[in-house]
C-alpha cells in the first residue's frame, strides 16, 4: 500500500483572539527559497475562518499551515508524496518532516511567542478518506503500524493515543506523550529512529 498523505500536527498553547499576520510574513519569505525540498510554490490565507486551517504554505511535497481548527491551534505539515520504505518508516518520516519544519517556524523572529509548541501532543492523520477511511478494517490495517512508529519514537508504554471517533471524519489519532516536553528531544528521538 502506497500511504503518501499523512498529516502531522504538533500542538501549540492556544492564544486568545490570535493574528496570523506573523505566519503570512514568514510564509511569504519561505515561499522564495527554490531549492526547499518542499518545492514552496503557493501562500493561502484562511485566517478570516473561525477555527480554519488558518495560514497554509503550499508545495509539491506536502503543505505547512498554522491550523486553527479542533481540537485545537497546531504546526500542521500535510504530507503529499516522497514517503518511502514501510508504513512505520513512512509515519516517522511525516513526523520528522514536520518536526523539523516547526523547529526552523519557532526560530523565525515574527515567531509570536504565544504560540508556543507542545512537543508532547500531537494529531497523525490518514488523509485518504477514499483509501483509507475511518473504518474497523482500516484500523486493523493500518493500526499496527501506527504503533510500532509510535513505540519506536516515543517508548511503549509513554504514551496515550486516541483514535478519531467520528466516522464522518478521516481516520488518525490524538496523542500525548509526557516525556517529550521539547521539540530538539523529539528531533533527537527522530534521528535515532532514522539511524
Given at each position: 500500500?502506497?500511504?503518501?498523505?499523512?498529516?502531522?500536527?504538533?500542538?501549540?498553547?492556544?492564544?486568545?483572539?490570535?493574528?496570523?499576520?506573523?505566519?503570512?510574513?514568514?510564509?511569504?519569505?519561505?515561499?522564495?527559497?527554490?531549492?526547499?525540498?518542499?518545492?514552496?510554490?503557493?501562500?493561502?490565507?484562511?485566517?478570516?475562518?473561525?477555527?480554519?486551517?488558518?495560514?497554509?504554505?503550499?508545495?509539491?511535497?506536502?503543505?505547512?499551515?498554522?491550523?486553527?481548527?479542533?481540537?485545537?491551534?497546531?504546526?500542521?505539515?500535510?504530507?503529499?508524496?516522497?514517503?518511502?520504505?514501510?508504513?512505520?518508516?513512512?509515519?516517522?518520516?511525516?513526523?520528522?518532516?514536520?518536526?523539523?519544519?516547526?523547529?526552523?517556524?519557532?526560530?523565525?523572529?515574527?515567531?509570536?511567542?504565544?504560540?508556543k509548541p507542545r512537543a508532547g501532543f500531537w494529531e497523525l492523520t490518514f488523509n485518504d478518506c477514499?483509501?483509507?477511511?475511518?473504518?474497523?478494517?482500516?484500523?486493523?490495517?493500518?493500526?499496527?503500524?501506527?504503533?510500532?512508529?509510535?513505540?519506536?519514537?516515543?517508548?511503549?508504554?509513554?504514551?496515550?493515543?486516541?483514535?478519531?471517533?467520528?466516522?464522518?471524519?478521516?481516520?488518525?489519532?490524538?496523542?500525548?506523550?509526557?516525556?517529550?516536553?521539547?521539540?530538539?528531544?523529539?528531533?533527537?528521538?527522530?534521528?535515532?529512529?532514522?539511524?
Amino acid at each position: 500500500m502506497d500511504v503518501q498523505k499523512i498529516t502531522t500536527k504538533l500542538f501549540t498553547d492556544p492564544p486568545p483572539n490570535p493574528s496570523l499576520d506573523p505566519f503570512l510574513a514568514i510564509f511569504a519569505r519561505w515561499r522564495q527559497e527554490k531549492n526547499h525540498p518542499a518545492c514552496w510554490v503557493d501562500i493561502a490565507d484562511y485566517a478570516h475562518v473561525r477555527k480554519g486551517p488558518g495560514v497554509m504554505l503550499v508545495g509539491h511535497r506536502g503543505n505547512l499551515a498554522l491550523d486553527l481548527a479542533d481540537p485545537g491551534p497546531g504546526i500542521l505539515y500535510s504530507n503529499k508524496r516522497d514517503l518511502e520504505g514501510t508504513i512505520e518508516d513512512r509515519i516517522l518520516e511525516a513526523f520528522s518532516r514536520c518536526t523539523e519544519l516547526a523547529r526552523e517556524l519557532i526560530v523565525q523572529p515574527e515567531y509570536p511567542a504565544a504560540f508556543k509548541p507542545r512537543a508532547g501532543f500531537w494529531e497523525l492523520t490518514f488523509n485518504d478518506c477514499l483509501d483509507l477511511p475511518n473504518t474497523d478494517t482500516t484500523n486493523r490495517l493500518l493500526r499496527p503500524a501506527v504503533d510500532r512508529a509510535l513505540d519506536e519514537l516515543l517508548g511503549a508504554g509513554s504514551y496515550m493515543i486516541i483514535r478519531q471517533s467520528d466516522p464522518t471524519r478521516r481516520y488518525g489519532f490524538i496523542i500525548h506523550c509526557s516525556a517529550v516536553d521539547c521539540l530538539e528531544g523529539l528531533s533527537a528521538k527522530l534521528q535515532y529512529a532514522a539511524g
